[in-house]
């Protein structure tokens, strides 16, 4: 009974958005209103030198954006809620896609001048696949936008689901004045306070004609009339029909000055699902099962520049982990324990004796793990859904200083396994490639090797349409592409076969030559 109690106070969610429309700084919010933190950091400026709490590695800090994921927990409300901070940017989608692998609902962050962007929609498309629960929080109220109802639209046409607001924002820009909660009929106003949380005014009644006191008889009529609108206009909100995917809620507010906040979060609380059943390729988990199964989803070097660590982050999907017991590497088909497991608060971490299903824990890791490994009490499970991609752009990537080779390969090393970017070592001249989905992430790959390891590199441009991995089971056939393509293979950090096609024109002559060779796109087959 304790143990499925557990289980349901358990909250884990991923903030997702396009750059800029204000997911970080809702974290940050989030955190002030959970008691997690007590200032919010906010998002560099060259004024504010404080940088946002999730924003931990020195390059967000240096330029203002997210360029990994961030695991942040805390109790609120008598739940245990853990928040993942996506990165926004196209090029560090990757990091965000497998991310969603580990949660069980999002928060999706809408800025409400630009209405929904190209990023917010591709991510919303890997929810929709995966049936993962949405929310959506309209931010920026107290800028100028789009007419709300109008946006209501566009977020429904363009994220293909249906929507239903369970807050309104009273005004907007400089006339926005507070939210209003239709989940828990009442109104709360806020004062403009960017750092610490100021308390609301509570109206149980919207008739209230005090209301009319606070906000004048015009701002408060018009809420009226828009209220009515909203309830005859979409349907009345069902849980059950969130939690299948099928409708989301919609908030508005201003993040960065705590409008709308409290309101999110003490509805997501209340109505968000707790852990979900996980799918392997040999069955379906609950997370009310007796024996621990989890799943690595993400691996990050130097969380702890001063000690070099290595963490591996694993979403604990059913039973109970235990520090110092025994579990089942399934891919190397040993057993390990742990010592030190984790929790998160971004980079501060606290050691823990025991975990649940829905919580995500740190394992430090001296090279056993790659992203996708599962751990068991014993089964043989293998975790589904956390693929590589294919990169777009390339480069040689060069020793810039010969005394620090051993720093640079180190350095390579961690980092590829990462899941950021892709090494490839070309089999005709043995030099290393890096692979990657988005230029931005060679500037990263460069500062962190400079500043985490202390090595320098060079990169070298090279031109190439895709690579794409190889297998077939005509083994004459593979052999002798091999021999026709060897200028065009290198191999990945896992030694797999990979075909660097320089044209599409190449690629698509491959595979009409070559019909018994399966060319992959992603590397998890």
């Given at each position: 009974?304790?143990?499925?109690?557990?289980?349901?106070?358990?909250?884990?969610?991923?903030?997702?958005?396009?750059?800029?429309?204000?997911?970080?700084?809702?974290?940050?919010?989030?955190?002030?209103?959970?008691?997690?933190?007590?200032?919010?950091?906010?998002?560099?400026?060259?004024?504010?030198?404080?940088?946002?709490?999730?924003?931990?590695?020195?390059?967000?800090?240096?330029?203002?954006?997210?360029?990994?994921?961030?695991?942040?927990?805390?109790?609120?409300?008598?739940?245990?809620?853990?928040?993942?901070?996506?990165?926004?940017?196209?090029?560090?989608?990757?990091?965000?896609?497998?991310?969603?692998?580990?949660?069980?609902?999002?928060?999706?962050?809408?800025?409400?001048?630009?209405?929904?962007?190209?990023?917010?929609?591709?991510?919303?498309?890997?929810?929709?696949?995966?049936?993962?629960?949405?929310?959506?929080?309209?931010?920026?109220?107290?800028?100028?936008?789009?007419?709300?109802?109008?946006?209501?639209?566009?977020?429904?046409?363009?994220?293909?689901?249906?929507?239903?607001?369970?807050?309104?924002?009273?005004?907007?820009?400089?006339?926005?004045?507070?939210?209003?909660?239709?989940?828990?009929?009442?109104?709360?106003?806020?004062?403009?306070?960017?750092?610490?949380?100021?308390?609301?005014?509570?109206?149980?009644?919207?008739?209230?004609?005090?209301?009319?006191?606070?906000?004048?008889?015009?701002?408060?009529?018009?809420?009226?009339?828009?209220?009515?609108?909203?309830?005859?206009?979409?349907?009345?909100?069902?849980?059950?029909?969130?939690?299948?995917?099928?409708?989301?809620?919609?908030?508005?507010?201003?993040?960065?000055?705590?409008?709308?906040?409290?309101?999110?979060?003490?509805?997501?609380?209340?109505?968000?699902?707790?852990?979900?059943?996980?799918?392997?390729?040999?069955?379906?988990i609950s997370p009310y099962e007796d024996k621990f199964t989890g799943f690595v989803f993400k691996i990050h070097a130097n969380m702890d520049p001063n000690h070099r660590d290595r963490v591996?982050?694993?979403?604990?999907?059913?039973?109970?982990?235990?520090?110092?017991?025994?579990?089942?590497?399934?891919?190397?088909?040993?057993?390990?324990?742990?010592?030190?497991?984790?929790?998160?608060?971004?980079?501060?971490?606290?050691?823990?004796?025991?975990?649940?299903?829905?919580?995500?824990?740190?394992?430090?890791?001296?090279?056993?793990?790659?992203?996708?490994?599962?751990?068991?009490?014993?089964?043989?499970?293998?975790?589904?859904?956390?693929?590589?991609?294919?990169?777009?752009?390339?480069?040689?990537?060069?020793?810039?200083?010969?005394?620090?080779?051993?720093?640079?390969?180190?350095?390579?090393?961690?980092?590829?396994?990462?899941?950021?970017?892709?090494?490839?070592?070309?089999?005709?001249?043995?030099?290393?490639?890096?692979?990657?989905?988005?230029?931005?992430?060679?500037?990263?790959?460069?500062?962190?090797?400079?500043?985490?390891?202390?090595?320098?590199?060079?990169?070298?441009?090279?031109?190439?349409?895709?690579?794409?991995?190889?297998?077939?089971?005509?083994?004459?056939?593979?052999?002798?592409?091999?021999?026709?393509?060897?200028?065009?293979?290198?191999?990945?950090?896992?030694?797999?076969?990979?075909?660097?096609?320089?044209?599409?024109?190449?690629?698509?002559?491959?595979?009409?030559?070559?019909?018994?060779?399966?060319?992959?796109?992603?590397?998890?087959?």
């Amino acid at each position: 009974m304790a143990f499925e109690k557990e289980i349901n106070k358990r909250r884990t969610f991923a903030i997702i958005s396009h750059p800029d429309a204000g997911k970080t700084t809702l974290t940050e919010k989030l955190l002030l209103f959970g008691g997690a933190i007590h200032v919010a950091g906010a998002v560099k400026s060259n004024k504010i030198k404080k940088t946002a709490t999730s924003d931990f590695m020195e390059i967000e800090k240096q330029r203002g954006i997210s360029v990994a994921t961030s695991v942040m927990g805390f109790d609120y409300a008598d739940r245990k809620i853990t928040i993942l901070d996506t990165p926004g940017h196209k090029d560090f989608a990757e990091d965000t896609y497998r991310t969603l692998t580990a949660v069980d609902s999002v928060i999706i962050v809408i800025d409400v001048a630009k209405g929904v962007e190209e990023q917010t929609k591709k991510l919303a498309e890997v929810c929709r696949m995966r049936n993962t629960p949405v929310m959506v929080f309209v931010n920026k109220m107290d800028r100028d936008g789009k007419d709300v109802f109008q946006l209501l639209d566009e977020i429904e046409q363009m994220l293909a689901i249906k929507v239903r607001p369970l807050a309104w924002g009273i005004g907007m820009g400089y006339n926005f004045k507070g939210v209003y909660n239709l989940y828990s009929k009442n109104l709360r106003l806020f004062e403009s306070n960017r750092e610490q949380v100021t308390p609301a005014i509570h109206f149980e009644n919207l008739n209230n004609s005090e209301i009319d006191e606070y906000i004048g008889a015009e701002s408060a009529q018009t809420l009226r009339d828009e209220i009515e609108l909203v309830e005859t206009v979409y349907p009345e909100f069902d849980v059950e029909a969130y939690r299948r995917a099928e409708l989301a809620p919609v908030f508005f507010g201003s993040a960065v000055n705590n409008f709308g906040v409290q309101e999110l979060l003490d509805t997501f609380v209340e109505i968000a699902p707790s852990p979900r059943n996980s799918t392997t390729k040999e069955r379906e988990i609950s997370p009310y099962e007796d024996k621990f199964t989890g799943f690595v989803f993400k691996i990050h070097a130097n969380m702890d520049p001063n000690h070099r660590d290595r963490v591996a982050f694993v979403k604990v999907c059913s039973g109970k982990f235990e520090r110092n017991k025994n579990y089942l590497h399934v891919r190397q088909e040993k057993q390990l324990k742990f010592s030190n497991p984790t929790s998160f608060m971004a980079e501060k971490k606290q050691v823990i004796d025991d975990a649940f299903p829905g919580d995500i824990i740190g394992l430090y890791d001296s090279g056993n793990f790659k992203i996708g490994d599962t751990l068991t009490e014993g089964e043989e499970l293998h975790f589904s859904g956390i693929p590589s991609f294919s990169p777009e752009m390339f480069r040689y990537i060069e020793n810039g200083d010969p005394l620090k080779f051993k720093q640079l390969n180190k350095g390579i090393d961690q980092l590829m396994d990462e899941g950021v970017a892709q090494l490839f070592t070309n089999q005709y001249n043995g030099r290393k490639i890096i692979g990657t989905v988005g230029s931005l992430q060679f500037e990263v790959i460069e500062y962190r090797l400079k500043h985490e390891y202390n090595a320098t590199c060079r990169y070298e441009p090279l031109n190439l349409y895709k690579a794409c991995w190889i297998r077939s089971t005509n083994k004459e056939q593979l052999d002798d592409f091999k021999k026709r393509k060897y200028q065009f293979l290198a191999l990945d950090k896992h030694g797999r076969d990979v075909f660097l096609a320089d044209t599409s024109f190449a690629l698509q002559m491959a595979q009409q030559n070559f019909p018994e060779i399966e060319f992959y796109f992603t590397s998890e087959f």
